[in-house]
């Protein structure tokens, strides 16, 4: 844990020389709004974290700075120890960050395997301006494409539509094409929303999967059981701050966690 660093509110985080991400005093303010309001947090490397919160409390905001598409009021972004606080969000995908959005966004004209297909060529798009796809090209966006299909259980669904799958797959075609441009950080906007226990199920295996290969991932979720379930480390918000941090189990026992958050819910004592 990093001590030397002042932090502007109690250290519940502590970022850590091996986090793959790292954030510093971030805000993101909206006239009167402080959605995120000074956030120190580090992701560690190869793991799960979450971020619990109530609604509005801040936590789709926060992704959308990491992301860069939301213009931040003040603080740093650190990815791989690298600031990236100014970056065009075009180029937060190329870094290495992917990430699903809290509501479907697919192109409905598009096949699966095309939208698929389009993640692969945003990192595609690296390629030099003057250098055409070849036939190689095509072969290894191919082969790529396949394989996101197949981790995310769509092989076989490539010539659909997105509109003639359930809302699961749905939501599974968005992790595909966020895995295709095998991104060293996956963020995830309340992936599960909308799904029931057993597709819930499916989609923390999913996670598990992505995580035995090392990929170190972010995920927002309302469902307690599932983030506890999933995540290796948890993270609570309220009103645009971060009021706690740690083991899962720690967290959701959290008497200001419990108070902002699990006191509201019906099903707090058997969900926690
Ligand atoms: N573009 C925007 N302009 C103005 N206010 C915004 C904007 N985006 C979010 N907010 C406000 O910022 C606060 C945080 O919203 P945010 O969507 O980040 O919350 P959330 O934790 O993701 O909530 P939920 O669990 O409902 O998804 C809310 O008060 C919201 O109304
Ligand atoms: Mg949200």
């Known amino acids: 844990m990093t001590t030397e660093l002042v932090r502007p509110q109690p250290d519940h985080s502590g970022p850590d020389a ?17 959605a995120v309001d000074g956030i ?22 926060l992704l959308g700075a990491i992301t860069r598409l939301t213009p931040l009021t003040r603080g740093t972004l650190r990815f791989e120890g690298r600031d990236y ?23 409905e004209d598009l096949t699966v395997r095309e939208n698929v297909q389009l993640g692969h060529d945003l990192i595609a798009g690296a390629r030099p301006w003057w250098r055409r796809p070849g036939k190689a090209d095509r072969e290894t966006a191919d082969a790529a494409v396949a394989t996101a299909l197949e981790r995310t259980g769509l092989a ?7 509109g003639q799958l359930s809302y699961g797959l749905q939501r599974r075609v968005e992790i595909a094409r966020a895995i295709v441009m095998s991104p060293k950080l996956l963020l995830l906007d309340e992936p599960t929303a909308g799904m029931n226990r057993f597709e819930r199920e499916e989609i923390g295996e999913l996670m598990a999967d992505l995580r035995a290969e090392g990929l ?13 379930d999933v995540c290796d480390h948890l993270f609570a ?3 645009g701050r971060l009021i706690a941090s740690g083991t899962p189990s720690d967290v959701v026992r959290d008497p200001a966690v419990r108070e902002a958050y699990l006191g509201r819910q019906d099903n707090d004592d058997r969900d926690s």
């Open 237 to 239: 918000m309220n009103s």
């Open 216 to 228: 170190t991932q972010l995920i927002v979720e309302h469902d307690v059981q599932m983030m506890v």
């Open 85 to 107: 606080s100014r970056v065009r969000p075009e180029a937060v995908a190329r870094l290495g960050i992917g990430r699903t959005f809290q509501t479907v966004r697919l192109l």
């Open 18 to 34: 091996g986090d793959v991400l790292t954030l510093d005093d971030l805000a993101v303010h909206f006239g009167g709004i402080k």
């Open 156 to 162: 076989g669904k490539e010539a659909l539509r997105p």
């Open 40 to 61: 120190t947090l580090g992701l560690a490397r190869g793991r799960i974290s979450g971020i619990l919160g109530p609604n509005g409390s801040g936590k789709s905001t």
